[in-house]
């Protein structure tokens, strides 16, 4: 970008690891935050990377660099990225017995967006009516029981809202 000043592939995955960067920096520093722009400019371009966040996996280091590489040819594809993130994942997911249960609640999230998809807009809006009125009759009941709960003599009332 700083050179031909166009935007390609190339720099879409450098963007992409400062975001995976920032995603494991905590707390939180906003990348180059003490640079100037023409400094940043300067040093990226002299090979100068953000240093590897403490607690970040070397294998997400390890993606991170590679879409960092000085070389604009030599870094991933985003296919190339995600198909890494995905065997980074299945790693995972075999060795931490937690990964169980996210894996189930996505094989739910996904079934039921198909279940979604697959129904009519006539049955859409019916669900999002039916689903509608439970929501509010839950939320009228809760009111109900909230204001028998707190029966404050008028005066009173008053009396509070002008001292506040």
């Given at each position: ?8 592939f190339c ?8 975001t995976?960067?920032?995603?494991f920096?905590?707390?939180y ?13 300067e ?7 953000l240093?590897s966040?403490n607690?970040?996996?070397?294998s997400?280091?390890?993606?991170m ?5 000085h ?6 594809t ?6 890494y993130?995905?065997?980074i994942?299945?790693?995972f ?20 967006k198909?279940d979604d998809?697959?129904?009519s ?5 019916s669900?999002?009516?039916r ?5 509010r009759?839950?939320?009228s ?15 009173i009332?008053?009396y509070?809202r002008a001292?506040?």
């Amino acid at each position: 970008v700083w050179r031909s000043g166009e935007t390609r592939f190339c720099t879409d995955m450098f963007a992409f690891a400062i975001t995976l960067w920032e995603l494991f920096t905590i707390p939180y520093t906003h990348p180059y935050s003490t640079w100037k722009a023409y400094k940043v400019k300067e040093k990226v371009m002299a090979g100068y990377r953000l240093p590897s966040p403490n607690d970040m996996p070397e294998s997400m280091i390890t993606i991170m660099r590679r879409c960092w590489d000085h070389d604009p040819s030599k870094r991933p594809t985003a296919k190339q990225a995600r198909e890494y993130l995905e065997e980074i994942y299945q790693n995972f997911a075999a060795a931490s017995p937690h990964t169980a249960v996210i894996s189930q609640a996505s094989s739910k999230l996904a079934a039921s967006k198909e279940d979604d998809s697959s129904m009519s807009t006539s049955e859409t809006s019916s669900r999002l009516s039916r689903d509608t009125r439970v929501i509010r009759r839950s939320s009228s009941s809760s009111r109900s029981k909230t204001s028998s709960r707190s029966k404050v003599p008028p005066k009173i009332k008053n009396y509070r809202r002008a001292s506040m």
